[in-house]
């Protein structure tokens, strides 16, 4: 284990940008400064609740992302679904570095992927931002303008979790004629370790202790952008 630079460790030599074809990005409290339903919730008036579920979801102690996301999305059932419209015009911004880091790997010749336990009205605007060349993320069940508690399935299934993220990563390689060993996967909790555990370049950013234990990369200091150090001049 080295440490680069103040706040930026890494295992293993230092890779070549040019080695590596795709990479993959989580969303919340990765390539954006919140989590957009821990945001919802306070707008709601429900905020501690779904937070302290969130965390324990995040730190692996709900170890079924899928049971700990049903068990916060029926806690915002009901709720008026102009709250969304508000956290992305209100709440949502980039992480520092985010778009240097995305703008660098694209000039570099990567194709951008986003894949996310988060939900398509805020990856949509995310994706735009930083041209991701592709996204799957949870789609949200509306009703008569309210939220239902449930998510709508998709071409690719139901539930973006640890397995959806890692299949996601597998089939963005398949698409490029790729080996998993050139993608690089970026996230910062529990439910990233799968993807990051396939992929050739694994990057904690400000992740919770159990991902910076098992990632290649962590940043913990300063934005995104600084993986760019990582790299061989």
Not at 66 to 80: E, I, K, T, V
Not at 193 to 213: I, T
Request: hydrophobic share 45%.
């Amino acid at each position: 284990m080295t440490e680069l630079s103040p706040g930026l460790i890494l295992r293993g030599d230092r890779p070549r940008l040019s080695h590596f074809r795709l990479a993959a990005f989580d969303m919340d409290s990765t390539l954006i400064a919140i989590e957009c339903i821990d945001e919802i919730a306070l707008l709601a008036g429900i905020g501690d609740q779904v937070a302290a579920i969130t965390e324990a979801a995040m730190r692996g102690e709900i170890t079924s992302f899928r049971d700990s996301l049903s068990r916060r999305l029926a806690l915002l059932a009901g709720q008026p679904a102009s709250l969304l419209e508000r956290v992305l015009r209100e709440r949502l911004q980039l992480n520092p570095g985010a778009r240097e880091l995305c703008a660098a790997l694209k000039s570099a010749g990567l194709k951008l992927g986003l894949v996310s336990g988060g939900f398509t009205p805020f990856t949509r605007h995310v994706a735009a931002e930083l041209a991701m060349d592709w996204v799957r993320a949870n789609e949200l069940e509306i009703v008569d303008g309210r939220l239902t508690g449930r998510v709508v399935a998709q071409s690719w299934g139901d539930v973006v979790d640890a397995e959806e993220k890692r299949r996601f990563v597998l089939q963005a390689c398949e698409s490029l004629d790729c080996a998993p060993d050139q993608a690089i996967a970026v996230g910062d909790g529990a439910n990233d370790l799968l993807m990051m555990g396939v992929a050739g370049l694994s990057v904690a950013y400000h992740a919770k202790p159990a991902v910076r234990a098992q990632a290649k990369v962590s940043i913990e200091s300063g934005g995104l952008d600084r993986l760019l150090e990582v790299f061989v001049p």
